[in-house]
């Protein structure tokens, strides 16, 4: 069956950086896009990056320009690289396949001193 399981979530200190994955299996990767999300404590759900199968990206206003999606469709496998991590990106991050709306278990980053 589809699933999808992320990994790579944990502590760091403010600056830091971290390298979220979300393998997937199931389905044919290649095909679909793939999106993250994240769930901060108290607030809505946000669509924090997204990759289609051609490549092309999107990303939030809240973290251009210090996360970059990626996928390597030979490891059916999208990341999530996280730099200058800041407070506020403290949150669940969920790896998500629209189209066939399945979603991971999500991973949690806590950005503290």
């Known amino acids: 069956q589809v699933q999808l399981v992320e990994s790579g979530g944990g502590l760091v200190q403010p600056g830091g950086s971290l390298r979220l994955s979300c393998a997937a299996s199931?389905?044919?990767?290649?095909?679909?896009?793939i999106h993250w999300y994240r769930r901060a404590p108290g607030k809505e759900r946000e669509l924090v990056a997204a990759?289609?199968?051609?490549?092309?990206?999107n990303y939030a206003d809240s973290v251009k320009g210090r996360f970059t999606i990626s996928r390597d469709n030979a490891k059916n496998t999208v990341f999530l690289q996280m730099n200058s991590l800041k407070p506020e990106d403290t949150a669940v991050y969920y790896c998500?396949?629209?189209?066939?709306?399945?979603w991971g278990q999500g991973t949690q980053v806590t950005v503290s001193s």
């Open positions: 990759i289609a199968r051609t490549g092309i990206t």
């Open positions: 199931g389905f044919t990767f290649n095909i679909y896009n």
């Open positions: 998500f396949a629209p189209a066939l709306d399945s």
